[in-house]
């Protein structure tokens, strides 16, 4: 045996030889032999796979000895054989929990990669194998979101409304930072569903630009990024109303005011009866707003205006959600629990809204212990200049003036303070919340009846400061008293909490525009009642 194999090797080594030595001769380059010997290998792997494709399979030891004589098993041996596996049927595999074991007849052969070439004897029982082990179990999630997809939309609102209320305790989290939450495992689980769960519809009824068009720059951009990236979202948006468990009316109060309102009228009835209008429109048209009064519509609005353009339709004012900037508790319109507070964010550069974000000093160079530059309209900011003006430890002033603002810019100042002052203007929001957050300044909210944007999941008191109108003469004893350590948690904690705060034009988990949405679901969860209960 051992003699033909060196035999056949050196048959083959002298056919290479001469092939090479036939290939020279005919003066082939390099390219031609490549190609001529990749042609040879195919060739020889078909040939190859040829000659396998007609085994003989042995059977069992005793085959070969009851029916082939010797001549027959020595030629045998020394062709290719292929042993046939059979896979038992699906029905046929025991249950793990049974004493019963797989059998399986194993044939006898020479073990491969002897070196002797010997044969292993053995008798003629067959081989007990093992039950094979149970097949991983299907992921929750997916058999979760599999279960959701069957249920009407109000069945998988319940159904989530009770997930949460069971949510698992979780007190640590890869992707979110504990400490800035109220209840992390509720918010972890509500947002889990919510990826799961949520499909929005938005209506198409509505010309541009009122409808449809994103004012993307300046302080009330917040509407309209939310616009946009909800009109982008191939996640979260239907095309098929019936499997819709939230409903968007996507106009603009921004572009509502630039369209009707007429300069110096001091009245918003063109704005308030247009939406009138157009809310009985789409109740007339559609069956959802009727099925539920409204209350499982939402509209976004970052301008002052956004809540007293709700005043001429009754269910739109209060069944609707609002997502509003001005979340103000004290005009009776916005209701904490069912409507959203929006973050105002100031977006200069559409194309880059991260830009500026971030790259706050170190703490060690902070050495302003409180900012504040704006315009003095509303009743709070005159009664912060009156009592802080010409403090030396705190920088408070009308309009960052000119000389100052050569030697350092608005947002340097930000960056080189240990606070930032965020009082209320005209209405109670600020877009300096926000931009204290992005320079690593810690926030103080001078805002009495403002609800807080994502206070039912965000512990505001973990990176901010909050403080009543009435206490501004108190203000620096306030902010002195507050240890060192507590400090630079808060200072800590506004650099983890920026992520929830930033608008990215292809939406990430946890950002902005998901914070927002989240919100909105969160709080409709809260309006459903199971009849069950009831």
């Known amino acids: 045996m051992q003699k033909k194999h060196r035999s056949r090797n050196s048959q083959s080594l002298f056919l290479m030889k001469e092939l090479f030595l036939w290939c020279v001769r005919l003066r082939m380059n390099s390219r031609k032999l490549i190609f001529a010997g990749a042609m040879t290998t195919v060739a020889a792997a078909l040939l190859h796979l ?100 069957t249920l009407t939309p109000i069945e998988a609102l319940l159904f989530a409304k009770k997930e949460i209320d069971h949510a698992p305790i979780i007190t640590e989290d890869a992707e979110l930072y504990v400490p800035l939450f109220r209840n992390i495992s509720v918010f972890k689980r509500s947002y889990e569903l919510m990826e799961m769960t949520l499909r929005v519809y938005i209506y198409s009824n509505g010309k541009r630009p009122i409808f449809h068009h994103p004012y993307l720059r300046g302080i009330y951009a917040s509407e309209g990024w939310f616009m946009k990236l909800m009109r982008g979202n191939k996640h979260f948006v239907t095309e098929d109303p019936e499997k819709a468990h939230l409903f968007y009316l996507p106009y603009s109060v921004r572009q509502l005011q630039l369209a009707l309102y007429v300069p110096n009228s001091h009245s918003m009835k063109p704005l308030t009866n247009f939406l009138r209008d157009y809310v009985n429109m789409i ?140 009082p209320m203007g005209y209405e109670v929001n600020s877009p300096r919340i926000v931009e204290a957050i992005y320079y690593e300044c810690v926030p103080v909210i001078i805002a009495d009846n403002f609800v807080l944007p994502f206070s039912e ?55 902005l525009f998901h914070m927002v949405l989240h919100s909105i679901w969160f709080n409709r969860l809260n309006q459903i009642q199971d009849p069950q209960s009831q």
């Not at 007990?128 to 979101?145: A, D």
């Not at 004290?330 to 209701?335: A, K, M, R």
């Open 283 to 422: 109740a007339a048209k559609y069956p959802f707003w009727n099925r539920t009064h409204g209350s499982d519509h939402f509209f976004v609005a970052c301008h002052d205006w956004g809540p007293y353009t709700t005043v001429a339709h009754t269910e739109l004012k209060e069944n609707a959600i609002k997502v509003l900037c001005n979340a103000d508790l004290s005009e009776g319109i916005f209701v904490a629990g069912k409507d959203v507070s929006l973050p105002e964010t100031t977006i200069k550069f559409p194309k880059k809204p991260q830009r500026h974000i971030g790259g706050g000093n170190r703490v060690s160079q902070r050495p302003i212990l409180a900012f504040f530059a704006g315009y003095m309209h509303g009743r709070v900011r005159p009664i912060l200049l009156k009592y802080w003006k010409d403090d030396e430890d705190m920088k408070i002033y009308r309009r960052l003036p000119h000389l100052v603002s050569k030697e350092m810019s608005y947002i340097q100042h930000m960056k080189s303070s240990r606070y930032c002052i965020c």
């Open 50 to 149: 040829w000659f396998l494709s007609h085994p003989l399979t042995v059977s069992s030891y005793n085959s070969l000895n009851g029916s082939m004589r010797p001549s027959q098993l020595s030629e045998t041996l020394q062709e290719p054989r292929i042993y046939r596996i059979q896979h038992l049927p699906a029905n046929s595999i025991i249950s793990q929990n049974s004493s019963i074991e797989v059998m399986q007849s194993v044939p006898v052969e020479g073990r491969a990669g002897d070196s002797n070439g010997k044969r292993w004897k053995t008798d003629d029982k067959s081989k007990v194998i093992p039950t094979p082990p149970p097949p991983p179990p299907r992921s929750p999630t997916l058999s979760l979101q599999r279960y959701i997809w």
């Open 457 to 511: 999941v965000l512990d505001w008191s973990a990176f901010s400061v909050v403080i009543p109108e009435k206490d501004i003469p108190k203000l620096k004893e306030i902010l002195l008293a507050i240890p060192l350590r507590k400090y630079l948690e808060m200072q800590v904690n506004v650099k983890m909490v920026q992520k929830h705060f930033v608008w990215h034009p292809v939406p990430i988990k946890y950002d």
